[in-house]
């Protein structure tokens, strides 16, 4: 066939041959095609030729059923073409598709449940749960720390050490890991605001108080001019304590608990 023959020919014509070379197609699949595909065969004889636009792109049809007219067929398969024992199976799978719109997905960690898959970390891995500090030992960790930075310390500076227990050397370490202040001037700090004057008629009863038994590994320096080492002494003579209790008490006083034991930076060493 010629092109001048092509453009003469009328869309009805075209449609007709369309139809025929469809036709001829099917017969001679229905030849060769197994029996099982015989009934999809003839459904797809039912299917509605349609011309396409010049661009090529086949153009939705814009009816819906919101508008008040028909919804298209499925794939563009007329129903009364389908075999009976056809139909009901496009009704149910068009009831699963709306009843499974309607309802919510199951969260993650319930389909991993149902399909025997455990979320999270493997048997081989190790998760630690840290403690969450409550609001007011923040608070009070932070009002440590901004009046030790701001205290008045002595000119003439000495140095003191004291052997403490974990409990005692983890509280300091925790103010210093969350304030970014030296351990020095936490404990400096609170010893000059917290041991009496000499000979002070007054002394607080939790002070003298001995502290819980425990080993004391740990090393603390603090600050120690003459006043607060003649403090301390008075203190500690008067009422028959020792001055690394007089501190313990201060300390677990004073600074919140420290959610885990921190230990100290190992040192570097080196040799000639």
Not at 38 to 60: F, K, T
Not at 75 to 93: F, K
Not at 152 to 180: C, H, N, W
């Amino acid at each position: 066939m010629t092109d001048e023959t092509k453009k003469r020919e009328t869309a009805q014509e075209r449609a007709e041959r369309r139809q025929r070379e469809l036709e001829e197609l099917m017969q001679s699949m229905e030849r060769t095609a197994p029996r099982a595909d015989a009934d999809l065969l003839r459904s797809l004889q039912g299917v509605e030729l349609r011309e396409a636009p010049p661009g090529g792109a086949v153009l939705p049809d814009k009816t819906s059923a919101s508008d008040g007219g028909s919804v298209p067929d499925p794939i563009g398969v007329q129903a009364e073409s389908l075999a009976p024992q056809q139909r009901p199976r496009l009704e149910l799978s068009a009831s699963v598709a709306s009843e499974r719109e309607d309802k919510p997905s199951p969260p993650i960690a319930e389909r991993d449940a149902a399909g025997g898959q455990v979320a999270g970390p493997s048997e081989g891995d190790v998760l630690i749960l840290r403690k969450a500090e409550p609001a007011a030992a923040e608070a009070a960790i932070a009002e440590i720390a901004r009046a030790a930075r701001a205290f008045p310390y002595p000119e003439t500076l000495g140095r003191g050490s004291v052997r403490v227990s974990e409990d005692v050397f983890s509280r300091i370490t925790m103010v210093f890991a969350k304030q970014r202040i030296d351990k020095i001037l936490i404990l400096s700090y609170l010893l000059y605001n917290q041991v009496p004057a000499e000979n002070s008629p007054r002394v607080p009863k939790w002070l003298l108080e001995t502290p819980p038994k425990a080993l004391r590994p740990r090393i603390l320096v603090f600050i120690k001019d003459e006043s607060l080492a003649k403090r301390l002494s008075d203190t500690a003579v008067r009422f028959a304590v020792t001055e690394a209790d007089i501190i313990e008490n201060i300390v677990r006083r004073h600074l919140p608990e420290a959610p885990f034991q921190y230990k100290p930076k190992r040192r570097m060493r080196f040799t000639a």
